[in-house]
C-alpha cells in the first residue's frame, strides 16, 4: 500500500510503501527480498526515523505479551506492545515499567531502537539498560536471539540502532515493583541557567529528576525553571494523603485538537502567557511536596490527544542535543538565549540530566540535555543549523529520535561509535537493505 | 468475587474471539479458547495470561469436523459457565456461485458447525442445570443480498437456531444470545471500505458480549444500536422493490 508518512512533528511528509505483518511469523515473507526498508512502532519519533526509504515495516500489529514473571520483574512482549498496554496491565499489579518517556503511546521496539530516556536516566541508565533479551529479524529472514551474552554486538547495536540493525520481534524487559500509582513530586525554582544545572546535578539521588525552563525568559531571568524531582510514593506515603485510590484515578481523556490551527494561533504571544502562567502556578506551590497520579507526571502531554496539530499544517520540529556536563554552563545561555531572541520557542523546554550511553548509537551520554518544540517555518533550518554548530564544537549531539534535519557533518561529529556501527551493518548485510529517510539524511 | 468462572470462545484466534476472551479475563474469568490453529492459538492465550493474570487454556477443533464435538467438550478441563462462538467464514460469494464445494464450507462453516456444537453444550448445560450460550450471527443472516446471500442464509440458519434454542431452553435455566454485528474491523474485512459510523471495533464487540451476557442477560444484540434501524428499514423493504437494489 503506498502512502504518506510523517513522524509525530508532522514534517518532513514522504511517500513510501507501507506493509503491516499481523504476527512475527508473519514478518519474514513480507520484508523478504526488499531494499530501503524500515520497522516503524506507533510514530512517535519525531522526524523521518521511522520512515523507510522505500518500505515501511508497520509492527504494530505484534502486539501480543507472552510472559511475566512477579519473582523477578522480567516481561517479555512482541515488539509493537505498547508502554500505555503494558502500564494499563500491570500498574494496578504493583509493577511499573523501569524507564518511560514522555508519552505512553510508543511500541516497546521503537523505545528500544532510540534506547529513550525517562527522568530517571541520570540514575537508572535507559531502556536499553533494563533489555535482557530481544529477538531480531534480519533482512535475511534470519532470526537471532540477542542479549548481552548471545550475539552480544548486534545487541548493542540495536539498543539505539534506529532500526537499522533488524526488525525487533520481540523483548524481554524489566518492570520495578511499585506500591502505589502516585508520585511524591518535589518542586524547586531556579532563577538562572546556572541555578537549574546546579539544582539537577545537585539531585543525582532523587529517582525522578527534570526541569521545565521558560523559553521565552531573557536577560537576568535567562533559563530561570521549576526543578520537578520525583519518587514513587509508598502506601503508607498514600496513607494519610486524600487521594482517590492507590493506583491513580482512572484514565481521563482531555478535549483533543480536531484540525489544524492557523499558524498564526502560536506566535510570541499566545506561548508567551502560556509560560508565564505556568510559571506562576509552579511557583505558587514551589517548595512544598505533593503527590501527583502517574498520568499527569509521566505523561502530562497524552491527555491533549492529537496536540501535535497546534502547529498548523507545516508541522514542528523538536529540537534536542546533549552537551557534556562540563560544558552546559556556559553554553546553555547562549542557546537559550538565542532560542528566547528568535521568539518561536514552545512550551516545551525541558532540561534533564542523562548519566551514562548504553547502546552503540545511544543519545546519552554524562551531561545535559534540551529539548524544545520549534515551529516550521522559513528560517528555522538555518537558524537550527547555527545552534547545531555550537552543539557539535562543544563535542554535543543531537537525539536521533527527534531529529528531522541534521546535517550528515553534524550527525558524524557527534557519535563516535558510528564506525562501529557502519562495520556491523556492512557485516551482516544490511546495507540498501535497512534503509529510513533519516539513516538516507545522515549517511548511515 | 465468588468463585471462578470459565468461559469457552471457540473461534479464539480471531479478532474478535481474542476481545471476547480479553472482555471476559479482565472480569477475573478463567479462559477456555478453541480453534484450529494451534500455533495461532498458543499466542492469543500467552497474550490474555500475562495481561490478565487469568488461567487460559487452550483446545483444537475443526468445526466442520462436527463428529469430534463430543470427544471436544469431554476434553475440556470444566465445562464452562459460557460457551461464545465466534466462527464464521465469509468466503467469496461469487466463488460459491458455481464452485459448490466452496459454497458447502461456507454454509457449513457459519450454521451446521457453530449450531451442531452449541447445540451439544446446550443439551450439556441443561443436564448440569445452567449456562450460557452466545452465537457470533451477522445483519447479513436478516435479509439475502446480491454481494453474500450464500454467507447470508447459512447465518441466516445459524440465528434461527439460536431463536429456537432460547424459545427451548430459557426456562430450564439456560440463557441463549444471538450478536449480529453490523461491521466490525477485523482480519475478515481488512482491505474493504467500511462506513465509520456503522463499523465497531472488536474491543467494543467483546465488551459488548461480555455484559449482553453476563450482566444484561439480553437475547438479541446489534452492538452498535443504530444498526437495529437500519435492519428495520432493509427488512421492511417490499420485494417488489428490494429486488431492484444494489446492497
Ligand atoms: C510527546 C512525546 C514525548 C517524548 N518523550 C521522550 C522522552 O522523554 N525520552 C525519549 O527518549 N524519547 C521521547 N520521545 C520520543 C519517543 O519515545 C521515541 O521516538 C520512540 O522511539 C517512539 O517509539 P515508537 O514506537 O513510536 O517508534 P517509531 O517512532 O515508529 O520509530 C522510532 C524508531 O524506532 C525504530 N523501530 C520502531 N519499532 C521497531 C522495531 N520493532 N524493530 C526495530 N526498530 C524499530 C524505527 O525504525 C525508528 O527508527 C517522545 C515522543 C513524544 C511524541
Ligand atoms: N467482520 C465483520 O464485519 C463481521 C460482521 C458481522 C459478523 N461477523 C462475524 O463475526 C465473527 C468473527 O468474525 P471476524 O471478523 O473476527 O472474522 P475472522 O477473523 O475470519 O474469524 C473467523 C473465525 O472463525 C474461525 N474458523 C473459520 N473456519 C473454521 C473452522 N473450520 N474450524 C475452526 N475455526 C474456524 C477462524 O479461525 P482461523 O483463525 O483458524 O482462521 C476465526 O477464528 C464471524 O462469525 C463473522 O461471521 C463479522
Known amino acids: 500500500m503506498n502512502v504518506e508518512l510523517s513522524g509525530w512533528g508532522r514534517y518532513p511528509v514522504a511517500a513510501t510503501d507501507l506493509v503491516q505483518p499481523g504476527s512475527p511469523d508473519a514478518v519474514p515473507a513480507m520484508v523478504a527480498g526488499r531494499t530501503g526498508a524500515i520497522a516503524r512502532g506507533n510514530g512517535r519519533a519525531y522526524g523521518d526515523a521511522a520512515i523507510g526509504e522505500e518500505t515501511t515495516v508497520s509492527l504494530r500489529g505484534l502486539d501480543r505479551m507472552r510472559a511475566f514473571d512477579p519473582a523477578t520483574g522480567w516481561l517479555t512482549v512482541e515488539a509493537g506492545v505498547t508502554l500505555a498496554e503494558i502500564v494499563e496491565a500491570f500498574l494496578p499489579r504493583g509493577f511499573f515499567p523501569a524507564v518511560v518517556p514522555g508519552t505512553q503511546f510508543v511500541t516497546v521496539g521503537g523505545m528500544i531502537a532510540a534506547d529513550v530516556h525517562g527522568k530517571n536516566h541520570h540514575r537508572d541508565g535507559g531502556f536499553g539498560d533494563h533489555v535482557a533479551a530481544l529477538e531480531l529479524l534480519l533482512p535475511d529472514g534470519t532470526r537471532l536471539a540477542c542479549s548481552r551474552e548471545q550475539n552480544a554486538e548486534l545487541f548493542h547495536a540495536t539498543i539505539g540502532g534506529m532500526g537499522l540493525t533488524g526488525y525487533i520481534l520481540a523483548a524481554t524487559i524489566r518492570m520495578i515493583p511499585v506500591e502505589t500509582g502516585w508520585i511524591r513530586q518535589r518542586t524547586l525554582v531556579a532563577e538562572t541557567v546556572a541555578d537549574t544545572v546546579r539544582l539537577l546535578d545537585a539531585a543525582q539521588d532523587a529517582t525522578y529528576s527534570v526541569a521545565w525552563i521558560d523559553g521565552l525568559a531573557r536577560g537576568a531571568a535567562l533559563g530561570r525553571s521549576l526543578v520537578y524531582l520525583g519518587e514513587h510514593a509508598t502506601r503508607a506515603e498514600l496513607g494519610g494523603a486524600q487521594v482517590p485510590t492507590r493506583f491513580g484515578p482512572a484514565a481521563k481523556a482531555g478535549p483533543g485538537v480536531p484540525f489544524d490551527l492557523p499558524a498564526l494561533t502560536l506566535n510570541r504571544f499566545s506561548v508567551a502567557a502560556f509560560n508565564e502562567a505556568y510559571f506562576r502556578l509552579g511557583a505558587a506551590k514551589a517548595g512544598s511536596e505533593r503527590l501527583v497520579g502517574w498520568r499527569p507526571y509521566f505523561f502530562p502531554l497524552d491527555g491533549v490527544a492529537d496536540w501535535n496539530r497546534i502547529y498548523g499544517r507545516n508541522g514542528f520540529v523538536q529540537y534536542q542535543f546533549v552537551l557534556p556536563a562540563a560544558r552546559s554552563a556556559d553554553l546553555l545561555p547562549d542557546l537559550l538565549d538565542r532560542i528566547a531572541r528568535r521568539g518561536s520557542a514552545s512550551f516545551l523546554a525541558v532540561l534533564k540530566r542523562l548519566g551514562r550511553g548504553g547502546g552503540l548509537l545511544s543519545f546519552p551520554f554524562e551531561g545535559h540535555t534540551l529539548a524544545l518544540d520549534m515551529k516550521m517555518e522559513p528560517g528555522l533550518l538555518a537558524f537550527l543549523a547555527d545552534c547545531d554548530r555550537l552543539v557539535a564544537a562543544a563535542g554535543g549531539r543531537l537525539y536521533l529520535a527527534k531529529d528531522a534535519r541534521q546535517t550528515r557533518a553534524t550527525f558524524e561529529a557527534g557519535y563516535p561509535g558510528l564506525d562501529r556501527f557502519r562495520d556491523i551493518r556492512r557485516r551482516y548485510g544490511l546495507e540498501g537493505r535497512l534503509a529510513s529517510r533519516l539513516s538516507r539524511r545522515i549517511g548511515l | ?247
Do not use: C
Not at chain 2, 169 to 184: A, D, N, Q, Y
Not at chain 2, 186 to 212: C, E
Not at chain 2, 213 to 222: G, N, P
Open chain 2, 1 to 247: 468475587m465468588t468463585e471462578m468462572k470459565t468461559v469457552l470462545v471457540v473461534g479464539g484466534t480471531s479478532d474478535v474471539g481474542r476481545a471476547v476472551a480479553r472482555a471476559y479475563a479482565a472480569a477475573g474469568w478463567s479462559v477456555q479458547l478453541a480453534g484450529r490453529d494451534a500455533a495461532g492459538l498458543e499466542r492469543e492465550a500467552a497474550d490474555i495470561a500475562t495481561r490478565t493474570g487469568v488461567a487460559v487454556s487452550v483446545h483444537a477443533i475443526d468445526i466442520l469436523d462436527t463428529g469430534a464435538f463430543a470427544a471436544f467438550a469431554d476434553g475440556l478441563p470444566v465445562l464452562p459457565d459460557t460457551v461464545v462462538s465466534v466462527v464464521g467464514l465469509l468466503g467469496e460469494q461469487v466463488r460459491a456461485e458455481t464452485d459448490a464445494a466452496h459454497a458447502t464450507t461456507v454454509m457449513r462453516s457459519n450454521f451446521e458447525g457453530p449450531a451442531l456444537l452449541l447445540g451439544l453444550f446446550a443439551e450439556r448445560f441443561l443436564a448440569r442445570g445452567h449456562g450460557t450460550i452466545v452465537g457470533v450471527s451477522s445483519v447479513a443472516g436478516e435479509r439475502g443480498r446480491a454481494s453474500n446471500y450464500v454467507y447470508g442464509a447459512a447465518k441466516a440458519g445459524f440465528t434461527a437456531f439460536l431463536s429456537g434454542l432460547r424459545n427451548r431452553v430459557s426456562k430450564r435455566g439456560l440463557h441463549v444470545v444471538t450478536v449480529k454485528p453490523g461491521f466490525i474491523r477485523t482480519r475478515m474485512t481488512a482491505g474493504m471500505k467500511l462506513p465509520a459510523r456503522l463499523t465497531a471495533d472488536p474491543q467494543a464487540v467483546g465488551t459488548a458480549i461480555f455484559r449482553a451476557a453476563e450482566t444484561q442477560r439480553r437475547d438479541v444484540i446489534y452492538v452498535k444500536p443504530v444498526w437495529a434501524l437500519v435492519m428495520a428499514i432493509i427488512r421492511a423493504l417490499p420485494e417488489t422493490i428490494f429486488k431492484r437494489t444494489k446492497l
